[in-house]
Each structure stands twice: as C-alpha cells, then as structure tokens.
C-alpha cells in the first residue's frame, strides 16, 4: 500500500510581540458611584487602579490589527509571511465569517488559513500551544496568534461583580521556526462541572434555538461570574498546572525570568507564585493594576509591558498560564522574544 510521505516541522518559539492599548483611561473613581464601591476596596481585593475602555467605534478587528503590526514590525516581516492566523477571543460578536478571517482580509493576505478560538481568557495559551504543534508538525512556518477582547461592549455598568474588572486590548505574538525548543508542551484541560461560575448572562442551559422565545426574551449577553469560586479555583488549581507545565519542560521555577499568568487579580498571582515557591528573583507580570482583565489579550499585554519595563528579560524563560470561563485551562513555559 501507498504510505503517506512523513512531514516534520522544526522547533518552534515566540518570534516578536506587541499589543495595542485603547487611549481612553478609566480610572476606578469613574465606575465606584454606579457599584457602591471604592477605589480603596478595588486596589485592595484585586490590585486595579486603572483600564484601558476602547471607543465607540473601535472594534475587536481594529485592537487586533493594531496589535498584530507591532508585532509583525517587531519581527522584521509583512503579513505575507504568515500562513496562519490564530484569533483568541470571546467578545467578537459573530460565530462566522471569523474575526481570523476578517483579519487577514484587512491586512492584505486573504489566502491565510485563519480561525477563532473560544477559550475564554485561555485563549491565548490555547494559540500559542496550537501555534507550536503547527509549526512542529510541519503544517504552518509562521503563524500570528491574537489574544483581543472589547469586554466593555458585555459588561454591565451596574453589576458590582464585573463592572470594576473587565477591560479592552488587543495582543500579538509571531510564531515561527527555532534551532531550540522555545516552546515547552502545552499543559491544557477543563473543569467543566464549573461552568456556569463565569457564564454570559442570561445563559441558556438547553441549547436549542427557540426563534419565538428569543425574539421575546432576548437580551443584550452581559458577562457574570461567582467571584469567590473563580478565585478559590484559581489559586489552587491553576498553581498546580503552573507546576505541571514547568515539570513538562524541565524547567524549575528557580530557571525562569518571569512569571506571566492571566491577568484577572493582582491577589491571585501573588498567591499562585507564593504556592508555586516561584522565587523574588522571577519577575511577575502585574499589568492588571493598570489595564484591568482583558481576558485572552492579558497575557500578551502583560507581556509587552514587561518587556519594556524589563528588556533584559528578551530571551529568557517565562511560565504562561490562562484561565478562564468554561471553566478551562492552558499553560506552557515560553522563551521570551529577542530584543527587537
Ligand atoms: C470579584 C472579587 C474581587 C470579589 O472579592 P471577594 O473578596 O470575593 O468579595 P465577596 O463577594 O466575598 O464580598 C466581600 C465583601 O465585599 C463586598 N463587595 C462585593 N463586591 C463589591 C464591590 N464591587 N465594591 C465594594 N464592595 C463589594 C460584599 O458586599 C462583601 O461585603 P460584606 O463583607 O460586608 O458582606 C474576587 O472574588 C475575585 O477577584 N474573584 C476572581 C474573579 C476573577 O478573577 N474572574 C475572572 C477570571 S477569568
């Protein structure tokens, strides 16, 4: 019989990275009045003091292109370069045509294979683990992920549980081929029995179209979630992938640079690196105090920031981990890119 010819890849790694900031700045005192909050209670339970809020008329495919430039520039090439894109997001309001293809339309190279993931604020690391198999494998040779979220546009101002933390961005990295492994194996699973603890409300539990009863009781999805039980799982369950992903790669915690979880609560990352024993010599992404969660772009976000804030950091190890609604997971151990 025929046998089909064996394609194999090369290593792969993070090539370049950049990430968009809408201008607008909404400090807490903006959003405390309509939440009988404080700016006070806000910094304390989750280490926010400020979010980027897109405009009106900026929408989920203009972060993301915005983003997706830097980091192509970044990398000295054009979007002709890239064969795939990878879009993360939960906040582009269309099942299909994708965001990916609306992307790649806009940037001139319709021809790219492009899709969307719906990994909740794991996303991203969704992306870059994907990212890595396709190169790896031989499918794709550069591939440009996106992590972007306009939640503002699914927040309700009024709900004290979400309106003080969600937040808009867009960040991008390019992935292509590495002598070394610049990507360690993606650790990745769900907890599905907790879904309904971040859910878009109102939810709908039987999964059928009832065209009628929407028409009737349809309203605008707005973002809810248990607070308390996303925490809890957070700190304990995600430090334990944290450790599986660092084990995967052969890296100690002691090995890495930076510590860059999802972006969702200052005092969630303290914990995390604390039940981690990640030690004071690892820097820890803390770009949640001044741009809020922005769900899959948070990690690239944050990323961008450190490296600006750290450009002695370039090349070095970092822990990625993304968590998020579903509820779902996804982490991997990541050489940072090269100095621009
Ligand atoms: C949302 C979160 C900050 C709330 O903090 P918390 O300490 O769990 O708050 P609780 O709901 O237990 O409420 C504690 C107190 O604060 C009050 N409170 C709740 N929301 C408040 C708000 N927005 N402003 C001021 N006070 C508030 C409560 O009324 C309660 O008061 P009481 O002690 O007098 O009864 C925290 O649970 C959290 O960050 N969870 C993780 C959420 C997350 O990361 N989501 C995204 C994952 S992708």
Redesign the pocket.
Known sequence: MTKIKSVQGSESRILSVGSYRPTRIVPNSEI?DR????DE??QQ??GIIQRHIAGPHESVIDMAISAAEVALHRAKITIADIDTVIVATITFPYQAPSAATAIIERMGNPKAAAFDISA??AGFCYGVGMANDLVRGGTSKKVLVIGVEKISDFTDPDD???????ADGAGAVVIGASEETGIGPTIWGSDADSRSA?VMEPAWTDYKLHPEKLMRELQWPNIA???????RW?VYQMSKAGLRALEAAGVTPDQLGAFIP?Q??F??IETMAKEMKIPDSVVVADDIKTNG?T?AASIPLAMDALLEAHPELHGTLALLIG???GLVYAGQVVQLPPAP
Not at 160 to 166: D, G, K, L, P
Not at 225 to 231: D, R, S
């Open positions: 405390v939440i009988d909050s404080s209670w806000i339970r989750t909740a604020c004290r549980a979400t309106a003080f933390i969600f971040i979630q248990q607070g308390q039980t996303v925490f957070a999802h969702a609560n005092r969630i969660n769900s968590y998020g609604a």
